[in-house]
């Protein structure tokens, strides 16, 4: 292997003759050419024509590699290159198991080898500039740039092209002839592809074909064309969108995802779909994306539904309008060091995901609850350092359809100061002094679904702000202790205040809003002393656990605040007026009221954690010591109100959690023990439970959840993606949702990168799959009910059958009702270029059922066949 440049200095003489010239397609050798490589370009020199000598001089630097052997020929200005043979000259670079170069000519031969087992290895690729094609043979003029290649293979964007002859006539247009188009990736032997006979094309800009069908495994099908026109292009192209048609049993036929794309710029884009059913409901979606490198990206879809139940003039006959608005924004790290700016939003009319037509997302039908925020924060590096961010957030039910918007929040704060440490490390009481500065100002807003949008929206709204002073030290005694105190200086402004009266006409209290600006001030004293406890249980290196570590985090705290009731007045309950009640014009406030009651409440609180080191042996046999968690955290809460008259002590909150099965399995209790009775309202009395027969703590609540969770590959599984742009699970336990806008995307968030991995059409040992256990019960008694208020079990699996073949279901049992929650079925074949999918929820209210066979690719994305039976929407 050699390179070489050379110059060429001299002039050489050449012939423009009318002769054709040819090149043999095909080099029979056996590591040895049989024919002698310069006879490869052949004339008919029985001929004589008279021709006009010119000068000519190659235009550039030529560079040439060769790995079995160079031949020059001065006499026919030829130079040929064998085995590996490289040539760059220019713009141009051709890469062939042989190559000849004919200076006189201006033209470049390459061609493919026959190695000693008769198959033909080192074909050409050639490359000029960003336009690549990889023939079986080539012949190339320098000088007019015409082209002419046998059995071409190009790529334009996802479109895969071969051509039996190709001729360049300029360097914009080819002229092709027999032409295969497929985005398959094997182009030689493609699952399927469109043949046409006579194509023109234009690389980056547009293919122009002739009468086209369809082949699918080398058979030809009825699909075809007179003539087609395929567009290309580097950047995004604007266009029509083709709706696909269905039927339904309550809106009838229809015609779904059809409208049009804008490619607005490189940043961002606009597409435009609608929907149109026969009985008169209709649909419509705009989705956006936007981007910028480092800087930020984000999606904007709005819909809106026009839904129609039955026909005018039925009993069952019903109208309702639905609508979704989704933005996510995400800033880039690089964009800013100290401001960010980011955004979740997903609202929608109560039943949007209920009752869309377009869109089956069961993980967010099953969602009771939908929330939003947008968030901007700015950190000023000053010392000492402020910090502030404005929020709006949005939190929605969609059972009681009541919106809670604060519109927006302000947070600010002055980072802490400490006025008496030195510098380097602060000890003792007086140097960890330290106070800051926090502001918080909020603009809330109450309302419901059928208000929302409208101007009576917000005339229930709420607006004030909150000043608070803390300042705080901690300290150590008796070296294991640590002492902390503070106190806290609180100031609220309002801008809203009530006013309690007695109404004769109604015989009513009623309130009255009053538009004022009104302040309080409050303080409250804390402080806590705590410390941590290690106790070690040894059982000897030699047993399988070797030793169990018990560490204790008991903390007492005390809490002091002051009554507060000049805050407060009076007013009457009745005619009379000789019965007063108080209250404060503060009530409702978005930050409470003051207290007009003093309390002294101590607080005990117990931590715990459990861990072993185990003995156990790794693959090799090697035994090693292993740290084990048996219980994350094990925690006891409870206070007693040192100033209340009865019931002092609050009820005793008992949680913990713990992971087991190497983290596969989360496992989490919690359970409330009350110290006192209940007489037969179900009212606390001033009574130990014990004493009135009962235990010592009598159980109100308890809960338990186990989630268990394992995969082949032992990572954390699918990812239902889809679902969680839509305010849903992120796991399988609810289905995975089926966005009929574009059933080309995959039921099981494949892996790319894993599916280049697969080797074959068959496992040899290992079906990948994953499998997710959630299992949940609560026991309600504070009331004596003494019975399960909810018991379920709910299971999800994923496996591959083969690499091309997935199964996948979603289900569960509620021991209350006894009976089988939502379930559903998926079925997913990889047909390479194309995919089958089949989407089954047998029964429910969601009932429903899709099979969907098309091309994966966007630039057909058009061939397809999808039909489904969507669930039979009650609106309501």
Same mark, same amino acid.
């Given at each position: 292997?050699y390179?070489?440049?050379f110059?060429i200095?001299?002039?050489?003489i050449?012939?423009?003759?009318g002769n054709?010239?040819?090149?043999?397609?095909?080099?029979n050798?056996?590591?040895?050419?049989?024919?002698?490589?310069n006879?490869?370009?052949?004339?008919d020199?029985?001929k004589?024509?008279?021709?006009?000598k010119?000068k000519?001089?190659?235009?550039?630097?030529?560079?040439r590699?060769?790995?079995?052997?160079?031949?020059?020929?001065?006499?026919?200005?030829?130079m040929v290159l064998?085995?590996?043979?490289?040539?760059?000259?220019?713009?141009?670079?051709l890469k062939?198991?042989?190559i000849?170069?004919d200076?006189?000519?201006d033209?470049?031969?390459?061609?493919? +080898?026959?190695?000693?087992?008769?198959?033909?290895?080192?074909?050409?690729?050639?490359?000029?500039?960003?336009?690549?094609?990889?023939?079986?043979?080539i012949r190339?003029?320098?000088?007019?740039?015409?082209?002419?290649?046998?059995n071409?293979?190009?790529?334009?964007?996802?479109? *895969?092209?071969?051509?039996?002859?190709?001729?360049?006539?300029?360097d914009?247009?080819?002229?092709?002839?027999?032409?295969?188009?497929?985005?398959?990736?094997?182009? %030689?032997?493609?699952?399927?592809?469109?043949?046409?006979?006579?194509v023109?094309?234009?690389?980056?800009?547009?293919?122009?074909?002739?009468?086209?069908?369809?082949y699918i495994?080398?058979?030809?099908t009825?699909?075809g064309?007179?003539?087609?026109?395929?567009p290309?292009?580097?950047t995004?192209?604007?266009?029509?969108?083709l709706?696909?048609?269905?039927?339904?049993?309550?809106?009838?036929?229809?015609?779904?995802n059809?409208?049009?794309?804008?490619? +607005?710029?490189?940043?961002?884009?606009?597409?435009? +779909?609608?929907?149109?059913?026969?009985?008169g409901?209709?649909a +419509?979606?705009?989705?956006?994306g936007?981007?910028?490198r480092?800087?930020?990206?984000?999606r904007?879809?709005l819909?809106?539904?026009?839904?129609?139940?039955?026909?005018?003039?039925?009993?069952?006959?019903?109208?309702?309008k639905q609508?979704?608005?989704q933005?996510s924004?995400?800033q880039?790290?690089?964009?800013?060091?100290?401001?960010?700016?980011?955004?979740?939003?997903?609202?929608?009319?109560?039943q949007?995901?209920?009752?869309?037509?377009?869109?089956?997302?069961?993980?967010?039908?099953?969602?009771?609850?939908?929330?939003?925020?947008?968030?901007?924060?700015?950190?000023?590096?000053?010392?000492?350092?402020?910090?502030?961010?404005?929020?709006a957030?949005?939190s929605?039910?969609i059972?009681?359809?009541v919106?809670?918007?604060?519109?927006?929040?302000?947070?600010?704060?002055?980072d802490?100061v400490f006025?008496f440490?030195?510098?380097?490390?602060k000890k003792g009481?007086?140097?960890?002094?330290?106070f800051q500065?926090?502001?918080?100002?909020? *603009?809330?807003?109450?309302?419901?679904?059928?208000l929302f949008?409208k101007?009576?929206?917000?005339?229930?709204?709420?607006?004030?702000?909150?000043?608070?002073?803390?300042l705080?030290?901690?300290?150590k005694?008796?070296?294991y202790?640590?002492?902390?105190?503070?106190?806290?200086?609180?100031?609220?402004w309002n801008?809203?205040?009530?006013?309690?009266?007695?109404?004769?006409?109604?015989n009513?209290?009623?309130?009255?809003?009053?538009?004022?600006?009104?302040?309080?001030?409050?303080?409250?004293f804390s402080s806590?002393?705590?410390?941590?406890?290690y106790?070690?249980?040894d059982?000897g290196?030699d047993?399988?656990?070797q030793?169990?570590?018990?560490?204790?985090?008991?903390?007492?705290s005390?809490?002091?605040?002051?009554?507060?009731?000049?805050?407060?007045?009076?007013?009457?309950?009745?005619?009379t007026?000789?019965t007063?009640q108080?209250?404060?014009?503060f009530?409702?406030g978005l930050f409470g009221?003051?207290?007009n009651?003093?309390?002294?409440?101590v607080?005990f609180?117990?931590?715990?954690?459990?861990?072993?080191?185990?003995?156990?042996?790794?693959?090799?046999?090697?035994?090693e010591?292993?740290?084990?968690?048996?219980?994350?955290?094990l925690?006891?809460?409870?206070?007693?109100?040192i100033?209340?008259?009865?019931?002092?002590?609050?009820?005793?909150?008992?949680?913990?959690?713990?992971?087991?099965?190497?983290?596969?399995?989360?496992?989490?209790f919690?359970t409330?023990?009350?110290?006192?009775?209940?007489?037969?309202?179900?009212?606390r009395?001033e009574k130990?439970n014990?004493n009135n027969?009962?235990?010592?703590?009598?159980?109100?609540?308890a809960?338990?959840?186990?989630?268990?969770?394992?995969?082949?590959?032992?990572?954390?599984?699918n990812?239902?993606?889809?679902n969680?742009?839509?305010?849903?699970?992120?796991?399988d336990?609810?289905?995975r949702?089926?966005?009929l806008?574009?059933?080309?995307?995959?039921l099981?968030d494949?892996?790319?990168?894993?599916?280049?991995?697969?080797?074959?059409?068959?496992?040899n040992?290992k079906?990948?799959? %994953?499998l997710?256990?959630?299992?949940s019960?609560?026991?309600?008694n504070?009331?004596?009910?003494?019975?399960?208020?909810?018991n379920?079990?709910?299971?999800?699996g994923?496996?591959e059958?083969s690499p091309?073949?997935?199964?996948g279901?979603?289900?569960?049992?509620?021991?209350?009702?006894?009976?089988v929650?939502?379930?559903?079925?998926?079925?997913?074949?990889?047909?390479?270029?194309?995919?089958?999918?089949f989407n089954?929820?047998?029964?429910?209210?969601?009932?429903?059922?899709?099979f969907?066979i098309?091309i994966?690719?966007?630039?057909?994305s058009?061939?397809?066949w999808?039909k489904?039976r969507?669930?039979?929407r009650?609106?309501?």
């Amino acid at each position: 292997m050699y390179l070489k440049n050379f110059y060429i200095v001299i002039s050489f003489i050449f012939l423009t003759t009318g002769n054709s010239l040819t090149f043999a397609q095909e080099v029979n050798t056996n590591d040895t050419l049989n024919i002698n490589a310069n006879e490869l370009l052949t004339k008919d020199k029985s001929k004589k024509t008279d021709t006009l000598k010119k000068k000519t001089f190659l235009e550039g630097i030529i560079k040439r590699n060769a790995k079995g052997y160079e031949n020059i020929d001065n006499i026919k200005k030829q130079m040929v290159l064998y085995d590996e043979a490289e040539l760059y000259y220019k713009d141009i670079e051709l890469k062939s198991g042989i190559i000849v170069l004919d200076f006189e000519k201006d033209e470049v031969y390459a061609g493919r +080898l026959k190695d000693s087992l008769g198959e033909y290895t080192q074909f050409p690729v050639f490359k000029q500039g960003a336009n690549l094609i990889e023939p079986d043979s080539i012949r190339f003029n320098t000088k007019t740039k015409r082209l002419k290649v046998w059995n071409s293979r190009t790529q334009q964007g996802e479109l *895969n092209i071969k051509a039996d002859q190709s001729k360049r006539m300029n360097d914009s247009t080819y002229f092709m002839k027999n032409v295969r188009f497929t985005t398959a990736k094997n182009v %030689d032997d493609p699952e399927y592809y469109f043949y046409s006979r006579k194509v023109k094309f234009v690389p980056g800009k547009k293919v122009v074909v002739s009468f086209t069908n369809m082949y699918i495994a080398d058979i030809p099908t009825p699909i075809g064309l007179p003539f087609a026109y395929f567009p290309f292009s580097e950047t995004s192209t604007s266009g029509f969108i083709l709706p696909s048609p269905g039927q339904s049993n309550q809106q009838g036929f229809f015609l779904q995802n059809g409208g049009y794309y804008f490619a +607005l710029s490189d940043y961002y884009d606009l597409a435009i +779909l609608g929907d149109y059913y026969t009985n008169g409901s209709y649909a +419509l979606r705009a989705e956006s994306g936007y981007a910028k490198r480092y800087k930020f990206n984000g999606r904007i879809n709005l819909r809106f539904e026009n839904q129609i139940q039955s026909e005018r003039g039925l009993p069952d006959y019903s109208k309702s309008k639905q609508y979704n608005i989704q933005w996510s924004h995400a800033q880039d790290g690089k964009a800013s060091a100290n401001s960010r700016f980011s955004s979740s939003v997903n609202i929608s009319s109560s039943q949007y995901f209920r009752q869309s037509l377009n869109l089956i997302n069961v993980g967010s039908t099953l969602n009771n609850n939908l929330s939003s925020s947008i968030s901007y924060s700015k950190t000023i590096p000053s010392v000492p350092q402020i910090n502030f961010s404005l929020t709006a957030t949005h939190s929605q039910n969609i059972n009681t359809q009541v919106i809670n918007m604060t519109l927006p929040t302000l947070q600010a704060s002055v980072d802490r100061v400490f006025p008496f440490a030195k510098e380097g490390a602060k000890k003792g009481i007086i140097q960890n002094i330290n106070f800051q500065y926090n502001l918080r100002g909020q *603009n809330n807003i109450e309302t419901t679904d059928s208000l929302f949008f409208k101007s009576e929206m917000f005339k229930t709204g709420r607006a004030g702000f909150q000043h608070s002073i803390p300042l705080s030290t901690n300290f150590k005694v008796f070296k294991y202790f640590s002492v902390s105190a503070s106190t806290n200086f609180n100031e609220v402004w309002n801008f809203h205040t009530i006013r309690k009266s007695y109404n004769a006409a109604t015989n009513k209290v009623e309130d009255t809003r009053v538009n004022e600006f009104a302040a309080y001030r409050t303080y409250d004293f804390s402080s806590a002393i705590g410390t941590t406890i290690y106790g070690t249980f040894d059982f000897g290196e030699d047993k399988k656990i070797q030793t169990i570590r018990h560490v204790m985090r008991p903390n007492i705290s005390y809490s002091y605040t002051p009554s507060f009731d000049q805050y407060y007045d009076t007013y009457a309950i009745d005619a009379t007026g000789t019965t007063m009640q108080e209250y404060t014009k503060f009530q409702n406030g978005l930050f409470g009221t003051p207290g007009n009651n003093y309390s002294n409440n101590v607080g005990f609180s117990l931590n715990n954690t459990f861990e072993a080191k185990v003995k156990t042996v790794d693959e090799k046999g090697k035994e090693e010591v292993k740290k084990v968690m048996l219980l994350n955290n094990l925690n006891l809460v409870t206070a007693y109100n040192i100033s209340a008259d009865s019931l002092a002590w609050s009820p005793m909150r008992v949680s913990g959690g713990t992971t087991l099965f190497q983290n596969k399995m989360g496992v989490n209790f919690s359970t409330t023990l009350d110290p006192y009775a209940i007489d037969n309202s179900g009212r606390r009395i001033e009574k130990y439970n014990i004493n009135n027969g009962g235990s010592l703590f009598r159980m109100t609540s308890a809960n338990m959840a186990l989630n268990y969770s394992l995969t082949s590959s032992g990572s954390d599984g699918n990812k239902n993606r889809q679902n969680q742009q839509n305010g849903g699970r992120g796991d399988d336990l609810f289905g995975r949702s089926t966005d009929l806008s574009d059933n080309r995307q995959s039921l099981f968030d494949d892996d790319k990168d894993k599916e280049e991995e697969k080797p074959s059409e068959f496992y040899n040992s290992k079906l990948p799959w %994953d499998l997710q256990f959630a299992y949940s019960v609560t026991y309600l008694n504070d009331n004596r009910q003494n019975r399960l208020n909810n018991n379920s079990l709910m299971v999800s699996g994923n496996v591959e059958l083969s690499p091309k073949w997935k199964v996948g279901i979603s289900s569960g049992y509620d021991f209350v009702q006894n009976g089988v929650t939502f379930t559903q079925f998926r079925f997913e074949r990889d047909l390479e270029s194309w995919r089958m999918s089949f989407n089954w929820v047998p029964f429910g209210v969601n009932s429903y059922w899709g099979f969907f066979i098309g091309i994966k690719s966007s630039v057909f994305s058009d061939i397809k066949w999808d039909k489904n039976r969507v669930p039979d929407r009650r609106l309501r």
